[in-house]
């Protein structure tokens, strides 16, 4: 049976249990209780043996009564249709799911559990995932997140797909066209022509595109991936898939700044609290922060911009990372130490540094930027 | 210029000719004002003799007045008050200034002999017919009735037709004005508003009264048969006298030395001040020396070395309260309340003026009302009615910088809450600052803006404790309608998944009911004690 059909049988299992239980409690006059990982920063861990945010044992209950009743309806309303999904391995987005309830909500018996905002709908697919300890994907509920733009002369990826069949992809063959895997790392197999050298997260695809066309990946084995900015599940997945079956270093490249090191790239490496149960198999522990570094401002006199305390969004990013330094466990593990050190440079000289500068050490070569990557990776300038 | 002639005139000829300045400016005001002077003298007679108050007032249209767009209203008050000597009469009735209370420093409703001189005169200016008295005393076998006019170049009262006849009464005071006016009987300027204001604020009041339009007389009775005794006054601080006052003040004490002066002169002078006022340049050698030797050159050093010197505050003994306990009761005499909160703050020193602030907040069941519209704002000074010029009050300075949203009310920005509430704000003072002489707006400095600040804070947290309780009642009413809304569809959801049989199903409902039935018992128990406790705070306060 493939991993695909055996996690299809679990996840039905797993709801199926849970209905039981409930049923069978109610059948006792007795109140059913629906127990979930409390998905939040003050329930996570950081181990760095680990390499990612694990939960605590905080739980959230859910006992029925007169509170809770209108949720627990709606979470067994939504779990049924994302069960009939399932078994008839029909896909969906949020969005699909919050219109088919609204289908079986306008006329139907159920017009009390109408949803009348997509959020409320979400919230409860999100709660039972929590509550079965699943990934959404795995319930065949996808969002538009893709895995990042991928490029490689060396990579084949090969893609299990639900009706049995195989697809195969070598990403040589799509010229300075990306392959963006989708959301369902465990139906992909990876296999590399000739020994890759190392894979390059880069935080914007443009600048990720830019290398490619100037033929990055042509000179060097390796894969180039661009980010996206913030790393959806796609990315995180695809990263951690890269990681695991190719044992190859990654490096991560981008902006310095404390959203990008706080946001971008500890998500990439120790997942989010907000996704507790899932960084187990959505994070890259091994992903290594090759810049830009405080010393590369210095080393390379790049042009750096000063944080704007009168622009809110500026602020509240300053403070976001006054505040991860006080209560973000991965900032304080020992391990990351040095990660540490570049945010407090950052809170104390209030500035920001973009990747793209490294266009301005000599604008007439194209290739600068590349060459310096390259450096910096042999050299071992790297966090 | 030089063949000009400088005339004098009397008070009564300023007051008849600028009579817009106390409260007289347009027909509307002038029946108010009238009823207000009439009602506040026979509410401070019964006070000043401990007699419960029981007042009857008339007002009548009788037909077109004499000027244009006014009708002839005539405005009839009696009081069951100690009743007024018939010499007494056209000097109270007729004479500006003649008062008993002025500059006393009591908290008294009248402060300056003014008000009812004054609408004698506009009386006799629109209708040529003074006021018409009836009075008497207990020492008095027959009542005395009379006219009054004022004498306007002489400042006095004039009696015409005075009789004497039986009166049904031991004593008190029957007046009786026909004026040009015209009657407004709703609104912030109203009289209904001024009468339950009237009322609010004197739970020992017993009111009848009758306005043209209305079908039958009404009657409020009495919630307290306390009568509110004014505190008397106090010695004059000395930070609140000017140079002159001082030297006025001081040449009245003649002989005595300005040790005794100072220490028997004053409030809030001790033996341990004085020698603080010798460390800030009073002389030593005048202390025991006579007033009169010291002379007005020393006496301004001397002000100023008082001035220099750090005193207690002036007492707070002088202020006079209505109280929780009966502002409560009172309150319950307006209308059916769904929920009110009242507060009475300690006594306080504002700008060296003892202060003390009451507020008193209602949600009123039959005044449904606008709920964008403001809140019905009642502003009393010395428990009189506020009636006009509300946007430069210290009062609605204070009630606007207060964020009511906090405490749940609706509120735009620096403005007055909305919602269907009546908001009364009463002061109290033995010297409150009016901005004119009609008495209609309080003075704002910023202490006494941030005392009744205060004191709506405090309310409004009183509040906030009734409209949770509220939303309270509301959220479990509506979770008991989740139940029988999501209950069964748990169940069928259930069931379908587990492609469960029927007899699952049934069995399930039937633990479902019994669960939710024990969630339902409980909400409304708890319901239910939400109710009593709304219950007991209006029945603590009836």
């Known amino acids: ?383 | 210029m030089a063949d000009q002639q400088i005339t004098s005139s009397s008070t009564a000829e300023y007051f008849a000719k600028n009579l817009q300045q106390v409260g007289f400016s347009s027909p509307t005001k002038a029946v108010l004002t009238t009823l207000k002077e009439s009602v506040d003298n026979a509410l401070d007679a019964c006070e000043d003799h401990q007699i419960l108050p029981e007042l009857h007032v008339e007002i009548l249209k009788l037909g077109p007045g004499g000027g244009r767009n006014t009708d002839l209203i005539s405005i009839r008050v009696s009081d069951n008050g100690p009743g007024l000597k018939p010499e007494d009469l056209p000097r109270v009735f007729g004479e500006y200034l003649a008062s008993s209370k002025f500059g006393r420093g009591r908290c008294s409703r009248g402060q300056q002999g003014i008000g009812i001189s004054a609408a004698t005169t506009w009386a006799q200016l629109t209708n040529a017919c003074g006021v018409k008295v009836k009075s008497k005393t207990s020492a008095m076998k027959k009542a005395v009735s009379m006219q009054i006019d004022v004498n306007i170049k002489k400042n006095q009262g004039i009696v015409k037709n005075k009789e004497t006849f039986d009166w049904d009464r031991k004593h008190g005071t029957e007046i009786e004005f026909q004026i040009d006016g015209r009657l407004q009987s709703k609104g912030d300027g109203g009289l209904f508003t001024y009468l339950e204001a009237t009322i609010l604020v004197n739970p020992h009041l017993t009111l009848h009264y009758f306005i043209h339009g209305m079908d039958d007389w009404k009657r409020t009775e009495r919630v307290t048969d306390v009568v509110p005794v004014v505190p008397p006054s106090s010695l004059p601080h000395p930070h609140t006298m000017k140079l002159g006052e001082f030297i006025t003040h001081a040449m009245a004490f003649g002989k005595t030395s300005l040790k005794n002066f100072l220490s028997k002169g004053f409030s809030r002078v001790t033996p341990g001040s004085i020698e603080l006022m010798m460390k800030n340049g009073l002389k030593k050698t005048y202390i025991n020396k006579s007033i009169i030797s010291i002379g007005e050159a020393e006496l301004k050093k001397v002000f100023a070395a008082i001035q220099n010197t750090e005193l207690p505050s002036p007492s707070t003994k002088t202020v006079l309260t209505v109280g929780e306990e009966a502002l409560s009761k009172s309150i319950l005499r307006l209308g059916e309340i769904d929920f009110f909160s009242v507060l009475t703050r300690k006594p306080k020193v504002c700008d060296f003026k003892p202060v003390v602030v009451e507020v008193a907040i209602a949600r009123f069941k039959d005044r449904p009302g606008d709920a964008d519209d403001s809140i019905q704002l009642l502003r009393f000074a010395n428990r009189v009615p506020l009636q006009f010029d509300k946007g430069g009050c210290a009062i609605t300075k204070a009630a606007e910088s207060v964020n009511w949203r906090s405490y749940g009310l609706n509120q735009s920005k620096k403005s007055l809450p909305t919602g269907p509430y009546v908001m009364a704000i009463s002061l109290t003072s033995p010297f409150i600052k009016f901005k004119n002489a009609s008495k209609e707006t309080v003075d704002s400095s910023d202490e006494l803006v941030e005392e009744i600040r205060r004191a709506l804070m405090q309310a409004g947290q009183k509040l906030a404790k009734h409209l949770k309780r509220e939303q309270k009642a509301g959220e479990l009413e509506r979770k008991l309608k989740y139940i029988e809304k999501y209950g069964p569809i748990l169940v069928t959801g259930l069931v379908k998944i587990l492609k469960a049989p029927e007899r699952r199903k049934d069995k399930a409902l039937k633990g479902l009911s019994q669960i939710l039935g024990r969630d339902t018992e409980l909400a409304v128990e708890e319901l239910e004690v939400a109710d009593q406790k709304l219950e007991a705070l209006e029945s603590e306060a009836s």
């Not at chain 1, 861990?45 to 605590?56: D, S």
Request: aromatic share 8%.
């Open chain 1, 1 to 383: 049976m493939s991993s695909v059909l055996q996690s299809k049988k679990k996840v039905m299992q797993k709801a199926k249990a849970i209905c039981e239980a409930m049923l069978s409690d109610l059948e006792k006059a007795q109140r059913p209780v629906l127990t979930a990982v409390k998905c939040s920063l003050d329930n996570s861990i950081y181990n760095a043996k680990v390499g990612y945010f694990t939960p605590g044992d905080k739980m959230v209950r859910s006992e029925l009564n007169v509170s809770s009743v209108q949720k627990l309806s709606r979470t067994i309303f939504v779990l049924d249709i994302l069960l009939n999904n399932l078994e008839i391995d029909a896909v969906n987005t949020k969005r699909e799911i919050y219109y088919m309830t609204k289908g079986l909500t306008i006329n139907g018996e159920h017009k009390s559990l109408d949803f009348e905002e997509q959020s409320e709908c979400d919230s409860i697919i999100d709660y039972i995932m929590d509550l079965l300890e699943i990934y959404r994907e795995e319930f065949n509920c996808f969002a538009g997140d893709r895995g990042g733009q991928t490029y490689s002369q060396q990579l084949v990826v090969t893609e299990f797909l639900n009706d049995g069949e195989k697809a195969v992809v070598d990403l040589s063959t799509l010229g300075t066209m990306p392959y963006q895997p989708k959301n369902k790392p465990q139906a992909l197999k990876l296999k590399v022509k000739k020994k890759v050298d190392f894979c390059l997260v880069v935080e914007s695809e443009g600048t990720a595109n830019t290398l490619v066309t100037m033929g990055f990946t042509k000179r060097h084995n390796c894969i180039l991936m661009g980010a996206m900015g913030v790393p959806t599940n796609g990315v995180r997945g695809w990263c951690k898939l890269i990681q695991d079956q190719l044992k190859v270093p990654i490096y991560f490249y981008g902006d310095l700044d404390a959203y990008t090191l706080q946001n971008i790239y500890r998500t990439l490496k120790a997942g989010s609290a907000a996704s507790l149960i899932r960084n187990k198999d959505f994070s890259a522990p091994e992903v290594r922060f090759l810049g830009l570094l405080p010393e590369d401002i210095k080393k390379y006199n790049l042009p750096y911009r000063v944080v704007k305390e009168n622009n809110p969004k500026e602020a509240r990013a300053l403070k976001k990372a006054k505040d991860a330094l006080k209560n973000d466990p991965f900032f304080q593990d020992k391990k990351n130490k040095k990660l540490t050190q570049i945010l407090h440079f950052l809170i104390k000289n209030k500035i920001r540094c973009e990747q793209q500068a490294l266009m301005s050490v000599d604008p007439k070569d194209p290739l600068k930027p590349e060459k310096i990557i390259i450096e910096k990776i042999k050299s071992g300038s790297w966090v």
